[in-house]
């Protein structure tokens, strides 16, 4: 009897994965939801496993991602754009090979005690190369910015710019969010320093805030340093 039961519903679940799965997974590729495509493709597989139905699908939704790092045993995680309260998603531990994960543009975390995480956004390459990143010693890099590694830029996919090469460039900082109006202020005040308009500083053309005395002298006992790329 038992197995008799067992058996009846293992049948109930294929015919759900076939009757109602496959055709729900077809549905949102074609609306190219892909993170809920693949979500459901992973539970059919369960009842599926070698249905060539399925595997074809799954081709069509997501792509294969190999990530290395110079140290090994760093945990990659990783989460949709579009959802900035997503939780993270283990990928593994690199070196990560061949994973499958869904189409599109992700945000990425790559992790390792001891070490400054590295997070990025970007969509992988379909049949590209493994993915290379390079981690530092936690406490190397200033609060609030990231280190960008040397490499080639990627040309600039923008209507007036799209016919220009790509440029080769070394290590830079930058920093992880915006400058913001009162980061601003706090800077000019620690510098002492009201700057007249149109001030260039380093290449970049600024403009001075107005009244920006005043949000100095509000914020003087929380005022942060200046952050400066090398």
Aim: charged letters at 25%; a positive charge.
């Amino acid at each position: 009897a038992v197995a008799a039961v067992s058996s009846s519903v293992r049948t109930s679940r294929v015919n759900w994965a076939v009757t109602t799965a496959l055709p729900e997974i077809a549905r949102l590729a074609e609306a190219d939801q892909y993170a809920d495509a693949f979500a459901l493709a992973s539970k059919a597989a369960r009842y599926l496993p070698e249905d060539p139905r399925l595997a074809k699908l799954v081709e069509q939704i997501s792509e294969s991602v190999s990530i290395e790092t110079n140290i090994a045993g760093v945990e990659v995680s990783f989460a949709e754009y579009s959802a900035p309260k997503q939780s993270w998603q283990s990928l593994g531990i690199t070196p990560v090979k061949a994973a499958r994960i869904p189409r599109g543009l992700k945000r990425w975390r790559l992790l390792k005690e001891g070490y400054e995480t590295i997070e990025r956004a970007f969509a992988p390459v379909p049949n590209g190369p493994p993915l290379k990143f390079s981690l530092s010693i936690s406490g190397s890099v200033p609060p609030g910015m990231v280190l960008v590694p040397a490499g080639l830029s990627r040309m600039m996919y923008l209507t007036g710019l799209d016919h220009q090469p790509g440029h080769t460039f070394e290590d830079f900082l930058i920093d992880k969010f915006e400058v913001s109006n009162r980061e601003f202020a706090e800077f000019v005040f620690v510098q002492r320093n009201d700057l007249p308009n149109h001030r260039h500083h380093g290449g970049v053309q600024t403009r001075a805030i107005d009244g920006v005395g005043e949000v100095g002298k509000r914020r003087a006992n929380h005022a942060l340093p200046p952050r400066r790329a090398p």
